[in-house]
């Protein structure tokens, strides 16, 4: 376990590291994105970021806050909801008209519900896409820039190392006895893992992280199911689930800590190693599978049949089918 102050050691070191200079966010106008963030721009000594936001208004507020917690910062808000993956694919293609190179990509969007399957205009659930379709996009199209940069890292915030089963004939879930809170949510972890190994296969340079955040008190928790179920989930269960949940604060703290340390990069890092530290290892799949804690995350029980089965490559299969099939609006 690495211990909360050596983090935040870890992080007030970023002031005096070169970069990173370009960052895009996903999912970060509330929650752990939003803490990460701030302590990001807080800390980067000359930061050029992109906000992705589907409601402008609500993050015009936190790109003013940006500026004054750190006046060199730049902040922009890319309009769009990366609930549709036609949306995630216009993010990326801003972020290339705009810049040569992006050193750091961390995504953290997603909700989940006990209501079932919510259908969007491409067809495909909105939990399950801002989970896994939307950010595997973004994350493939960015690759490129990615690769210019000079230390690039992508930070999926979502379920690293609780992968679990899949439903190999109903990749997209489509069939309601397939889809449930818990069925999605191990699915889309499991993709995502899949997904991101053969990223790093292909691009060594690349540092790759799939972190699980723990509990943490976020407004997440809120918007878990409507109804009767809803309010006793919300006045009944959360209120117990908070007393062990971290604040918005300490998670950020963890985020950027899992971002920008030299203990989760495959070259020499942002910040480097100090305070006794050592390189955390890769998944054999090539990733960092991090947990609340920041240590690594070995579910190879799971994962390895998956790759011997040739369910990764199912799976890919699936996602390029899916991304083929959207049209542009």
């Known amino acids: ?69 750190n006046p060199r910062a730049q902040c922009e808000i890319i309009d769009k909801n990366v609930s549709l993956i036609g949306d995630a694919e216009k993010v990326a293609e801003y972020v290339k008209a705009k810049e040569s190179s992006l050193d750091l990509l961390f995504m953290s969007p997603g909700f989940f519900s006990f209501d079932g399957r919510q259908d969007t205009t491409e067809g495909l659930d909105a939990s399950v896409t801002t989970r896994y379709y939307s950010r595997i996009r973004i994350t493939q199209l960015l690759l490129p820039l990615l690769n210019e940069a000079q230390s690039p890292r992508v930070v999926s915030i979502l379920a690293g190392g609780k992968e679990g089963p899949i439903h190999e004939d109903d990749l997209a879930l489509n069939r309601p006895e397939n889809f449930s809170a818990s069925s999605s949510s191990f699915h889309s972890a499991t993709m995502m893992t899949l997904a991101l190994e053969r990223f790093a296969s292909e691009n060594p340079r690349i540092s790759f992280i799939h972190a699980f955040p723990g509990i943490v008190d976020t407004p997440l928790l809120y918007r878990i199911s409507s109804g009767i179920r809803g309010m006793l989930l919300r006045y009944i269960a959360l209120p117990v689930v908070r007393l062990f949940a971290r604040s918005i604060s300490e998670a950020g703290q963890w985020g950027l800590f899992i971002t920008t340390s030299a203990r989760y990069s495959v070259d020499d890092g942002i910040v480097p190693l100090a305070g006794g530290l050592e390189k955390a290892e890769r998944s054999k799949g090539g990733i960092f599978l991090i947990n609340e804690k920041g240590e690594t995350v070995d579910n190879e029980k799971v994962l390895e049949p998956f790759r011997k089965q040739g369910v990764d490559k199912k799976v890919w299969a699936h996602t390029a089918e899916i991304f083929a099939g959207i049209r542009p609006s």
């Open 1 to 69: 376990m690495v211990d909360f102050q050596t983090m935040l050691s870890s992080n007030s070191r970023l002031s005096g590291a070169e970069g990173p200079g370009v960052a895009l966010f996903v999912g970060a106008t509330s929650g752990i994105g939003l803490g990460v963030l701030r302590e990001f721009t807080r800390r980067a000594v000359n930061p050029r970021i992109y906000l992705v936001a589907r409601n402008p208004t609500t993050a015009a507020p936190i790109a003013d806050e940006l500026r004054l917690l």
